[in-house]
């Protein structure tokens, strides 16, 4: 098979050389990487090629992982984990090829690929899955809209489960992790935290993704104490301009949020006169899911 060549734009050609002056995988840099201990100790005598090799992949799926919400260059991330264009490109076509990673054609930036999703889900979250997914169709089929579920995960969520229509809003986010301020779905999760621990998720400045993100934490924390009284969050083109949609915690013990479930859409299928119907209805399928979780 022909070795594939980078996409035009993005990588230099190959050099020749595999690394030599790269640093050790996991030293990845950049906002939120979770790349490990760049400090550790060298194997004896050295890792073979293919540990090697795999080692870096790893590194550059956790930095994939760790990126902005429509991903990252191959260049950039190469950056990010001390590896050479050529190297980071051919092992990012290599997980493409199964599923772990996502490139798209227009922006030729990387996104976690589905595969990894389902990793995920086997890793955990296979119960919760079976149990919930089909209130997400339902809630799908009656509002004609996509329905997903987002599982509390350290210091952040991350998406399991989706459920589309038959024509959809493309935005890729299974196995991706939400920015909690620029989303329903991590507002829904802050508005029922304690405040120390909102202090915590909130500490590194906020971006605005859009003209109408909540950047600053006063209005960010008014918005907060309105969401968990109406009982559902909503988004109105904060993360991407076209991008509208509601949020309802699934509340487990001591009214905790475990998970989140989400319902969105285009602007012009999900405006905001939708929300309070939209709202009322993820609220009933956040406790039907918080029930189902409770048959485990």
């Known amino acids: ?94 997980m493409e090829q199964y599923g772990m990673v996502e490139r798209n054609p227009l922006t030729s930036r990387y996104t976690v690929g589905f595969a990894v999703a389902r990793m995920a889900s086997a890793a955990g979250f296979d119960g919760l899955i079976r149990r919930s997914h089909g209130i997400l ?81 006063g209005r960010l924390r008014a918005e907060l104490a309105e969401t968990r009284e109406r009982g559902y969050s909503v988004c109105a083109g904060e993360m991407e301009r076209n991008l509208y949609g509601v949020s309802a915690p699934v509340l487990g013990t001591r009214d905790r949020p475990f998970a989140v479930l989400s319902i969105w859409g285009p602007q012009d299928r999900v405006p905001e006169s939708r929300f309070p119907a939209l709202g009322a209805l993820a609220c009933g399928a956040a406790e039907e899911v918080a029930r189902a979780a409770r048959a485990l």
């Open 1 to 94: 098979m022909p070795t594939p060549k980078p996409p035009h734009g993005d990588e230099s050609t190959t050099d020749g050389t595999d690394g030599d002056t790269e640093t050790e995988p996991g030293a990845c840099s950049g906002p939120g990487t979770g790349g490990g201990d760049a400090s550790r100790p060298a194997e004896p005598g050295g890792s073979s090629g293919k540990v090697q090799s795999l080692e870096r992949a790893i590194t550059l799926l956790e930095a994939t992982a760790d990126s902005a919400p429509d991903g990252d260059t191959a260049t950039n991330l190469a950056s990010r984990c001390g590896l050479n264009r050529a190297t980071a490109w051919r092992l990012l076509s290599t």
């Open 137 to 217: 169709r339902q809630v799908s089929e009656q509002t004609g809209e996509t329905a997903n579920l987002a599982v509390v995960q350290q210091l952040g969520l991350t998406y399991i489960d989706e459920v589309t229509p038959p024509v959809v809003l493309s935005a890729k986010w299974l196995g991706r992790q939400a920015p909690l301020h620029a989303t329903s779905t991590g507002k829904a999760l802050l508005a029922w935290l304690p405040a120390e621990e909102v202090d915590v998720l909130l500490a590194e400045p906020l971006t605005a993704y859009t003209d109408t993100t909540v950047a600053d934490r």
